[in-house]
């Protein structure tokens, strides 16, 4: 029992000397600053800074901070900024701009799980105005943070914070791929993660001779956009079964690539007694005259 108290004793410790990074920027309901705005459920809350009257916020500097911290019982705390910024928070509902990102994240992500959005105004406002239109940035939806604006009916711009939680699914290998390999089910597999930050839009699902690797890819990679190019279905020198159709018959016959081409794409065939024709793709070694 004596050894158990010990170790109990040690993990408390451990834990309230635990580093923890400060935030960049705390909201806050008041006109001042309190530890409870810093620390969950504090045993005692106590006031730490008050913001200059007429004012909505108050910059801190972190070294300040942190002392202020230390002399209130907690210590571990660094971080990453000079300045640690307190705003408080508007009494304004910006449900519509969260439904606006919501779509918006819902249209790119296929089975999206959204957890929780948070907006908020860049500075304080006291209202909304009546009538505006939001606007977000098409290559937002790659991060779980950004900016979004709205413009009201005189033209005016007013610009929020936004923070979305949500876990998406993505596609990453299964093993090391080299350059040129066919992702297929053998390779690839489906997950899902907590929506941080791509650097390209992530490949969701995965259709059969659809995709190879544009470059080597490490096991357990994130598959985007960047990583794959589309498959080579005919490849230059391969033999192609080439389909003519007419309206009354299809004609099938074989044919030599002198191109490599993807679904969909024209590739150039060599006939019979070296005569070059053109056909469009339709699947693996297969080309249709149309």
């Known amino acids: 029992m004596r050894y158990l108290t010990i170790l109990l004793l040690i993990f408390l410790t451990l834990q309230l000397n635990a580093i923890t ?5 705390y909201l806050i309901e008041h006109d001042y600053i309190l530890l409870s705005d810093i620390i969950n459920n504090p045993k005692t809350d106590t006031k730490l800074f008050d913001i200059t009257q007429g004012k909505h916020s108050k910059r801190v500097k972190s070294k300040i901070l942190i002392k202020v911290l230390k002399e209130n019982g907690y210590t571990g705390f660094t971080s990453k900024h000079s300045y640690v ?61 950004g900016v979004v604006s709205i413009k009201t009916s005189d033209n005016k711009k007013i610009f929020f914070n936004y923070y979305i939680e949500a876990k998406v ?21 489906k997950s899902s993660i907590i929506l941080n930050k791509f650097r390209a839009p992530p490949l969701q699902e995965l259709h059969s001779a659809t995709y ?43 044919a030599k690539a002198h191109t490599s081409a993807r679904y969909g794409e024209n590739v150039v065939l060599i006939g019979a007694h070296g005569k070059r024709i053109k056909a469009v793709v339709v699947g693996r070694n297969r080309a249709e005259i149309r």
């Open 212 to 254: 190879e690797a544009k470059h080597r890819l490490k096991k357990g990679y994130i598959l985007t956009t960047r990583d794959v190019l589309g498959l080579y279905l005919v490849k230059r020198g391969s033999n192609v079964n080439v389909i003519i159709k007419d309206s009354n018959m299809d004609i099938s016959y074989n």
């Open 85 to 145: 910024q307190f705003s408080k928070k508007s009494p304004i509902n910006s449900a519509k701009i969260a439904f606006f990102i919501k779509e918006a994240y819902q249209r790119f992500y296929k089975n999206i799980k959204i957890i929780k959005i948070e907006v908020n105004p860049r500075s304080y406002l006291e209202t909304m105005p009546q009538k505006y239109i939001v606007h977000l940035q098409k290559k937002a939806v790659l991060s779980n943070k």
């Open 169 to 189: 699914p993505i596609l990453i290998t299964k093993s090391l791929m080299q350059k040129g390999d066919e992702l297929s089910n053998l390779n690839i597999k």
């Open 21 to 25: 990074k400060l935030k960049t920027q």
